[in-house]
């Protein structure tokens, strides 16, 4: 079952992951919804991907675009404005689940501060501001993450760890085509190459008169271009997607350490304690 399968995906540790026989035997369809009739009027076959900021959606996002082409690819950062998220019209593309990343939040929250110009700051108003908005991804949005359940794929969703799929195109490739059934065309694999290619999009990003695009509302054309697929400028960071822990002033390891929302995160996910054990016995009281 499509719950079963979603539930052995893991870009960690043990690849390739194995595929069925029958997609050994060139059996699946290509993945793209250019051969799907529309469902109605407005509606398209959709990919949905859920996840908070700074955590590769908008790396996945890229390479799901190259994957699929004509295909309505969605992004939400769980809707932070709304305590429900709102799901987009149309079906799921071969039937399959919402993606969702995540990445340990002392990279993810560094990586805002970074962003913003603000992550060696002493001004503690701007680190109080994204522990926030973490606060409201948690609590408000549809996240997948708590003691009881654990960090792990469901039914209906789909874990992608920034950890483990940074850099990963082999087992990004094979993660998608397990999950949702189909394979990825040779020209599209090409396109998510360039989607991955951390260096050259900060380069373009980084460009005097690179400027943001808003995401488009329409079908996958199949095509990477960081133009349209909504990145900022300077959007990757200066370590290029690598950790910001070693940037972190003590006092604000400390907050994200002591802050209930990242524990919760972080211990549901299985992240190093180390980080926050080692330190806590040289935080100021």
Known sequence: SIARQIKMINLGGALPIALPAAWRNKSAPP????????????????ILIQSAPR?????????????????????????????????????FAFDGPVVTTVRDPLD???????????LHSNDKSHLEAELQDFANVMTQGQV??????????????LLL??????????????????????????????????????????????????????????ASEGVWDPRRIGLHFNHISSTLGGSHLHELLPWQLKAMCEDSNVRILRESCGYDPAPCSAERSSFPS
């Not at 955590?55 to 950062?77: D, E, N, S």
């Open 161 to 218: 760890r920034y950890e483990n799929f940074f850099g990963n195109h082999h087992g990004m490739v094979l993660a998608i085509e397990r999950v949702f059934r189909c394979q990825i065309l040779q020209q599209a694999k090409m396109e998510m190459l360039a989607a991955q290619n951390v260096t050259e999009v900060h380069r373009v990003t980084t460009t005097p008169g690179f400027h943001y695009t808003k995401a488009p509302r329409t």
């Open 108 to 118: 993810s929250i560094a990586s805002a501060l970074s962003y913003q110009g603000n």
């Open 144 to 157: 997948p993450f708590d003691r009881l359940s654990g960090c792990s794929n469901s039914s209906h969703r």
């Open 55 to 91: 955590t590769g959606m908008a790396l996945v996002y890229g390479i799901l675009t190259a994957a699929f082409p004509g295909c309505y690819i969605q992004k939400q950062h769980f809707n932070l404005a709304s305590p429900k998220a709102t799901y987009p019209r149309g079906p």
């Open 31 to 46: 993945c793209g919804c250019t051969s799907q009739k529309h469902a109605g009027p407005g509606q398209r076959y959709t």
